[in-house]
Nanobody, 123 residues
Framework: QVQLEESGGGLAQAGGSLRLSCAAP??????VGWFRRAPGKEREFVAS????????FVADSLKGRFSISRDRATNTIYLQMNSLKSEDTAVYYC??????????????????WGQGTQVTVSS
């Protein structure tokens, strides 16, 4: 069974940056996404990337600060997080699957999930 491995989480100061990585073999996936769960909140969509020119998607509230990219050579998906805020503190999950375009910003269609990596932003 394919497993996703996240890395790059940790402690950052407000205004700083972190880059999360997700090793995601292409297999039968056509997209990889990042989701997060903040303390006391439901898990929410952060960003996703679809293969083969399918586009990138970032939550509206995070546009301008977060971006997603892919290294084809290593099958690694990156989530670049800039200008971090305390409210970005959460467990960040990498997920892969075959979401259709209309559901790419939801958990629907993402069938494989990583264990999550903690991001803590101190103010």
């Amino acid at each position: 069974q394919v497993q996703l491995e996240e890395s790059g989480g940790g402690l950052a100061q407000a205004g700083g940056s972190l880059r999360l990585s997700c090793a995601a073999p292409p297999n039968t996936f056509n997209a990889v996404g990042w989701f997060r769960r903040a303390p006391g909140k439901e898990r929410e969509f952060v960003a996703s990337l679809r293969w083969n020119g399918g586009g990138t998607f970032v939550a509206d509230s995070l546009k301008g600060r977060f971006s997603i990219s892919r290294d084809r050579a290593t099958n690694t998906i990156y989530l670049q997080m800039n200008s971090l805020k305390s409210e970005d503190t959460a467990v960040y999950y990498c997920a892969a699957g075959r979401p259709i375009l209309s559901t790419v910003r939801t958990e629907r269609g993402y069938t494989t999930w990583g264990q999550g990596t903690q991001v803590t932003v101190s103010s």
